[in-house]
């Protein structure tokens, strides 16, 4: 238990460390003069967490241990999964604390394990925007619709030893945004196709006499067709392609007590915009306007590297601008029986890139069948409308069924 409490409170002084520092009036004032470049893409709902258990633990779920939403953090999870077949529901009520009551995020996953070194999992997730009312340039009225947006997901997970398994994933994008209620152009829902690549390696230790296991997650998501709105697809958009990449450390204290905890780096493969004048000509960075490949390849590089303020340009660095887009998750989690946990994370993005930052608690627990998660949100920034996000996860463990 001493263990369990030095790294507990490694946690705690690690994420305030961040915090302060991220809050400190000189910085906070240098990233105002310095201004915002945020990376843009389409459909941003399949980034958004959609599990109490992970969104309790800031976002970190690359190395945590596979369960039935493994999908989103890490397919190749589901290898090592330790029953043969659950299911989880999952909803999250979004934006409530701009008053918004009809904006929701669902999701349901499912998984089956077809050996002991394989497993298929599919998901659902569908994102509600409410209802809209719909006007034109003049604000003319031209009508109200509740645009809506849902990915599909498959995946297949396979162990290559004892340590290591991969995955490979595909996935259906339809997001229907407008209803064809515009007067600005023709415009459609949008489509894409994507897939996933991902690994996961476990290695088992012995940490002061107690059970250990190091684990190292690696997944590359949405890597997919870009989407585009117009009829005629001469605009179109990336998809969120996604690296997330992190480690784990879990250790079983006892016959009773575990603990987890795991650290986690995010970066978009999304071209970042460049720096133009009134004419569109690029003064800083690269053409954003490129193919999917070469768009994940230069997202490590294109970065302009300066910033306009007041009329003039500050150099930043390219090297550092590209560092600055890469968002950092610190979770943790203690299970009591493997029967009750609770759940604690830091999540923190450069204010320039976006500027969420927030600590997120949660709980667990585990009875028979049926498991249920909660996981709350608290903004470090004034004014954030991810305030108060609370999540909800059900749970149904098929195994308890069969008596296994």
Do not use: C
Not at 44 to 53: G, K, M, Q, W
Not at 259 to 277: R, Y
Not at 361 to 385: C, E, H, M, Q
């Amino acid at each position: 238990m001493k263990i369990f409490k030095r790294v507990l409170l490694s946690v705690i002084i690690i994420a305030g460390s961040i915090s302060m520092y991220a809050q400190g009036t000189d910085y906070e004032n240098k990233y105002r003069r310095l201004g915002y470049n945020t990376i843009t893409h389409a459909v941003p709902f399949i980034t958004l967490s959609p599990d109490a258990r992970s969104g309790s633990m800031a976002d970190v779920g690359a190395a945590t241990e596979a369960d039935a939403n493994s999908m989103h953090w890490n397919p190749a999870k589901y290898a090592f999964i330790d029953k043969n077949a659950g299911v989880s529901l999952n909803y999250t009520p979004w934006m409530r604390s701009l008053g918004i009551s009809d904006i929701n995020l669902f999701n349901v996953a499912g998984y089956y394990k077809l050996d002991d070194k394989s497993a298929i999992a599919a998901t659902l997730t569908y994102f509600s925007l409410g209802e809209i009312t719909y006007r034109d340039n003049s604000g003319n009225n031209l009508g109200q619709a509740r645009p809506n947006e849902f990915a599909i997901d498959a995946t297949y997970s396979r162990k290559f030893s004892e340590k290591i398994s991969g995955a490979v994933a595909g996935r259906f994008i339809y997001s229907n945004l407008t209803a064809g209620l515009t007067d600005n152009y023709a415009n459609k829902a949008g489509t894409s196709v994507a897939a996933d690549i991902a690994l996961y390696y476990v290695e088992p230790l012995t940490i002061s006499q107690m059970d250990a296991e190091f684990i190292l997650g690696v997944n590359i998501s949405n890597i997919g067709s870009k989407m585009s709105y117009d009829i005629t697809k001469q605009r179109k958009e990336f998809i969120p392609t996604n690296l997330r990449i992190g480690p784990a450390l879990k250790l079983n204290i006892d016959d009773y007590n575990s603990f987890l905890i795991a650290v986690e780096a995010s970066k978009l493969l999304v071209p970042t915009p460049p720096l133009t004048d009134d004419e569109g000509n690029i003064i800083y960075g690269r053409d954003s306007n490129v193919s999917l490949i070469k768009g994940m390849i230069q997202s490590f590089y294109d970065a302009p590297g300066y910033t306009e303020y007041e009329g003039e340009y500050q150099r930043i660095g390219v090297f550092r601008e590209e560092l600055q887009e890469i968002t950092l998750s610190i979770g943790a989690e203690y299970w009591y029986n493997r029967l009750f946990a609770v759940r604690l994370g830091y999540f923190y993005e450069n204010p320039r890139k976006g500027d969420r930052q927030y600590i997120t608690i949660g709980a667990g627990i585990r009875y028979n069948v049926f498991g249920l998660d909660l996981s709350y949100l608290i903004a470090l920034k004034r004014n954030s409308p991810l305030e108060n996000t609370l999540r909800v996860s059900l749970t149904l463990d098929f195994d308890a069924f069969s008596g296994q």
